[in-house]
């Protein structure tokens, strides 16, 4: 799955929104990043790029992610780590970022915390999540596709969970519960690049749990054929672009 993720979906869907979190790191001129959920490491490649003088810590709680991260990205340190026990000491970092995991933490309020203590007393955390499904053109083409090919019981994750969180008030009273104050709240949109619909919906279907939904259904050639073609019919054929929104926070200790 890290493979098939790094491949089709990074470039498309996380690159533009790692490079707009890094060069949101930089300004804050950090000598010591925590970063959570770093994937394959997009938002680490960018960090160490735009802030070149800083000391990254990668962590991830998928094993396999944290290895191909940290072959991919070697210049980070790379270790496992839950974002709900941090195996770090108190006031240890100026700056802890998150591209697209904390929708994925069970208890978000209790992760916060735990932010929270590791951070210097003038640390910052700044981390994004997805808007509603609709605003993300190929989640949504996505979607549409699973609902045709299985109308009876579609897969649910992605509203569900990637963009389940995406009330920037809910966000927002999590982060002030675990003792930020919110410096920054902003909608962002921009725009995602694919060879084509069937890129992407290789990297959704094979690179995310979205494989496993589709599996327990007893998917197979014939659910992703019609996949692609709802997603190849509402992006259109060759390169597809689409827009994709993402809410951006700053919480300051």
């Not at 869907?13 to 770093?38: K, N, S």
């Not at 800083?54 to 780590?81: C, H, I, K, Y």
Request: aromatic residues 10%; proline residues 8%.
């Amino acid at each position: 799955m890290p493979a098939v993720y790094e491949r089709y979906l990074v470039p498309t869907v996380f690159r533009p929104f790692a490079e707009d979190l890094a060069a949101r790191a930089a300004a804050i001129q950090p000598g010591r990043i925590l970063e959570l959920a770093a994937g394959t490491g997009i938002l680490t490649s960018e960090l160490l790029a735009s802030a070149p003088s800083a000391e990254v810590t990668a962590t991830d709680l998928n094993e396999a992610m944290v290895a191909f991260g940290s072959a991919r990205v070697p210049g980070a340190v790379w270790r496992q780590a839950d974002a709900q026990r941090l195996p770090f000491s108190d006031g240890c970092f100026d700056l802890v970022v998150c591209q697209f995991g904390v929708m994925f933490f069970p208890d978000r309020v209790g992760a916060f915390a735990e932010v929270h203590r590791v951070l210097a007393p003038s640390g910052r955390f700044l981390f994004n999540t997805w808007g509603p499904l609709a605003t993300h053109a190929f989640g949504a083409a996505l979607q549409a596709g699973l609902e045709r090919a299985f109308p009876a019981d579609p897969p649910r994750f992605l509203p569900a969970v990637p963009h389940g969180y995406a009330d920037p008030a809910v966000v927002a009273a999590d982060l002030a519960a675990a003792g930020f104050s919110v410096e920054e709240k902003r909608e962002l949109t921009l725009e995602g690049r694919a060879a084509s619909a069937a890129d992407v919906a290789i990297g959704f279907l094979a690179g995310t749990p979205v494989r496993a939904a589709v599996e327990e259904r007893g998917g197979g050639p014939a659910a992703r054929a019609t996949v692609i073609e709802e997603m190849t019919a509402r992006l259109g054929q060759g390169l597809v672009t689409a827009p994709m929104t993402a809410f951006v926070f700053r919480g300051a200790v």
